[in-house]
């Protein structure tokens, strides 16, 4: 019995923050039918309220309290294990303050950790070999996640993932990474339902990210076809998914049959 869903938002719900077919009408069904939701994203180019606030923009009105980022993440885990230390953020868009409550932002010269967010045509050189002077001193790197690319309305866009391989390789480090697809950003967001992991379901169109790392910890993985999905995605997924549906539009049908309606 399905009891709450995981949505990706990024390539699920939208691309560039325009709504995909069928994703408004998904949004309003799960609450006609009392069905539990969040929205859980790597995204780290906008804060919860402003991701709200551009979902309702975009027909689908969710609370902050229902988004689940990346950022929020790691703000516990920086809190919990880097406490008092100065994070140097490399990240697309901002420093993410908004987000990283009781995180010290600091500049290269005053950070013990490294935090990785998302990237994009903010992200230059200097930033990046400032991390790597860090990372190469021993700070440890925090990631929000390993995402290569994403999906925009004028096509794939490489994401911070591809820099994250260098840096590790030219350091020899391992970065921790805090989003999708580690099992404790998944588990927050289950806590936050009040589902187990059993009685849940990811839709994502990642892969990797989304759906193996969701069916990993217990969850049903549902790859929708749209964002940055590509056919050989299904070649090499081992697992395969375990339901795989053309967009975000055809979710309650699934959910009817996996609920025996």
Request: proline share 4%; glycine share 12%; net charge negative.
């Amino acid at each position: 019995m399905v009891e709450g869903v995981l949505l990706d938002i990024d390539g699920v719900l939208t691309v560039s923050w325009e709504p995909l077919p069928g994703a408004t009408h998904t949004i309003d069904w799960l609450r006609e039918h009392e069905i539990g939701f969040r929205l859980v994203t790597n995204t780290s180019s906008r804060s919860r309220e402003e991701i709200a606030e551009l979902l309702s923009a975009a027909g689908m009105a969710v609370g902050v309290e229902q988004i689940d980022t990346a950022v929020t993440s790691a703000a516990t885990h920086l809190a919990e294990h880097h406490r008092s230390v100065g994070c140097y953020v490399v990240n697309d868009g901002g420093d993410l303050a908004e987000d990283l409550t009781g995180v010290e932002v600091a500049a290269a010269a005053d950070a013990g950790v490294v935090l990785l967010g998302g990237a994009g045509p903010d992200v230059g050189y200097d930033q990046l070999n400032a991390a790597f002077r860090l990372a190469d001193a021993g700070a440890p790197v925090v990631a929000l996640h390993r995402n290569t690319r994403f999906q925009t309305a004028d096509g794939p866009a490489l994401d911070m993932g591809a820099f994250l391989v260098g840096l590790e390789t030219a350091t020899g480090c391992e970065a921790t990474v805090v989003g999708k697809p580690a099992a404790a950003f998944f588990h927050a967001a289950l806590a936050g339902l009040g589902v187990e992991a059993a009685d849940a379901v990811m839709v994502g169109d990642d892969i990797g990210s989304d759906v193996l790392g969701a069916q990993a910890v217990g969850l049903t993985g549902v790859l929708v076809r749209t964002g940055k999905f590509r056919p050989a995605d299904l070649d090499s997924a081992d697992p395969p998914p375990d339901h795989v549906i053309d967009g975000v539009g055809e979710l309650p049908a699934l959910l009817q049959k996996l609920n025996g309606a």
